[in-house]
């Protein structure tokens, strides 16, 4: 599909697909793209070219089909401030008409799943930043769509808030739901998704699983740190053809892996043999920071207004 606001090309053709029972993370800076895509997938909002099919439904022809099957939580909240979590709750079963008892009784399932039965009873705007984000997303799985679409779940938790709602998308998917989310977090799409499209400047850059991402940036490196920086210098002699990068305050140095195993074995040789004896040593595998760096020759960043 594609998308512009007046001459401004916010999606250039960005093409996926998520199967069902699965989640695919939208991974992109500030500014990719992510919400647009979000927005159009759900019916809020039109586009210029191509097809959106959900759950078997064309948004554009059968967009009433399509919210039935869809839950969404967006970047910005949705729940009433001055409302409690029950009422938000049940207000929403109400308006997707459940009977009044079956709206009682799905609030308090979604509250206990969601662990917000002590916060119950107080006004919305009494809860943290982390609390409001479940009540959110509790309020949008209501009707329990089969389709649920995130809008960066986790920007502006706290690390436990955050592993909470890891959880918590994890369970989803484990009853069955398929689950597109976005994301500005490598280690976050890594950790949740089946497949991550990446997308930057309203293009896709990357699609695949994590693991195939990784593989596309490859080797793994070898990280060595020495205890003085004499030891560090004539390390650095002995090993100098192939170091990446050397550190010279925390004396360390970066050595890229052809074959981990081969290439690990042949430095610590190496040193032994020159009897330098290293502090510290660690293998790192790529990240999807690595990836992002690799495709598109910077880091992820904000590309909001260019
Ligand atoms: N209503 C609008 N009118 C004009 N431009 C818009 C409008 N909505 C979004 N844009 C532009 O579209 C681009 C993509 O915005 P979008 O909100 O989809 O990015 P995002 O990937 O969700 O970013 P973030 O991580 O900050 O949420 C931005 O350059 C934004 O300024
Ligand atoms: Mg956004």
């Known amino acids: ?27 992109g800076p500030n500014g990719a793209g992510k919400t647009t895509t979000v927005r159009i997938l759900s019916t809020l ?33 949705a729940v009433d401030e001055l409302l409690t979590g029950r009422e938000n709750l049940v207000m929403m079963g109400r308006l997707y008409h459940l009977t009044k008892q079956s709206a009682h009784a799905r609030a308090d399932e979604l509250l206990e799943e969601f662990g917000l039965v002590d916060a119950a009873n ?18 949008s799985l209501i009707a329990t769509p089969p389709i649920i679409f995130l809008d960066e779940p986790t920007t502006g938790l706290d690390p436990r808030s955050r592993i909470a709602m890891w959880d918590i998308i994890d369970r989803l998917k484990q009853g ?38 990784k593989a596309r940036v490859g080797k793994d490196r070898l990280e060595l740190t020495f205890g003085t920086q004499k030891l ?36 610590i040789d190496l040193l032994a043999k020159h009897e330098l004896k290293f ?25 909001e207004g260019k």
């Open 1 to 27: 599909m594609r998308k512009s606001y007046k001459d401004n090309q916010v999606l250039r053709g960005i093409n996926f697909e998520v199967e069902k029972g699965t989640i695919l993370a939208l991974l």
């Open 45 to 77: 909002l039109g586009f210029d070219k191509g097809t959106v099919t959900i759950g078997g439904f064309d948004v554009q022809t059968h967009a009433d089909d399509v919210r039935r099957s869809i839950g969404l939580t967006g970047q910005s909240a």
């Open 122 to 139: 107080r006004p919305a705007k009494t809860y943290s930043g982390g609390m409001r984000r479940r009540l959110d997303l509790a309020v």
């Open 176 to 213: 069955g739901a398929t689950i597109l989310l976005t994301t500005q977090y490598l280690e976050e799409a890594d950790q949740l998704a089946d497949k991550i499209v990446v997308i930057d400047g309203g293009k896709v850059i990357a699609n695949g699983t994590a693991k195939e991402l």
């Open 232 to 267: 560090f210098k004539s390390a650095v002699s002995v090993l100098e053809k192939d170091i990446q990068e050397t550190n010279a305050d925390n004396k360390s140095l970066t050595i890229v892996l052809k074959d981990t195993n081969a290439d690990v074995k042949k430095t």
């Open 279 to 303: 502090d510290a040593m660690a293998v790192h595998k790529p990240t999807l920071d690595d990836v992002f760096l690799a495709l598109t020759g910077k880091q992820a960043k904000d590309t």
